[in-house]
C-alpha cells in the first residue's frame, strides 16, 4: 500500500507563492510519474504538472513559466512552485503517483488534496 501525505496548501494574495509538497510512504519498491492535479470550485478536476522518473517536465498551458514541479527520488516527495499567482488558481491540488509496491502491483494513487485559496 502506498499512502501520500500533502502540503503546503493555503491562503495567499494574488502575485504571491505557495509550495506544495506530496511524501510517497509505504511498501514503495519504485516510483514512475508523479504529477499535480487540481479542481477549481464547479470544474472537473484536471492537470496542472507532471514529471517523470528521468526528470521531464510538462504543465497546463495556465501554469506554463509560473509553476514548477520537481522531484526528490530519495524522499519519495514531489513539489510544486507556484509563483505570480492567480485568483484562477485557486482550487484543490491533488498530488497523483504511479508506483509499484514490492508485491509487485501497479497503481496510481491520490492524496486527499490540499485547498490553494488566492484573494485578489
Known amino acids: 500500500q502506498v499512502h501520500l501525505v500533502e502540503s503546503g496548501g493555503g491562503l495567499v494574495q494574488a502575485g504571491g507563492s505557495l509550495r506544495l509538497s506530496c511524501a510517497a510512504s509505504g511498501t514503495i519498491f519504485s516510483i514512475n510519474a508523479m504529477g499535480w492535479y487540481r479542481q477549481a470550485p464547479g470544474k472537473q478536476r484536471g492537470l496542472v504538472a507532471t514529471?517523470?522518473?528521468?526528470?521531464?517536465?510538462s504543465y497546463a498551458d495556465s501554469v506554463k513559466g509560473r509553476f514548477t514541479i520537481s522531484r526528490d527520488n530519495a524522499k519519495n516527495t514531489v513539489y510544486l512552485q507556484m509563483n505570480s499567482l492567480k485568483p484562477e488558481d485557486t482550487g484543490v491540488y491533488y498530488c497523483n503517483v504511479g508506483a509499484r509496491t514490492l508485491s509487485g502491483t501497479s497503481l496510481n494513487y491520490w492524496g486527499v488534496g490540499t485547498l490553494v485559496t488566492v484573494s485578489s
Open positions: 514529471i517523470s522518473s528521468g526528470g521531464s517536465t
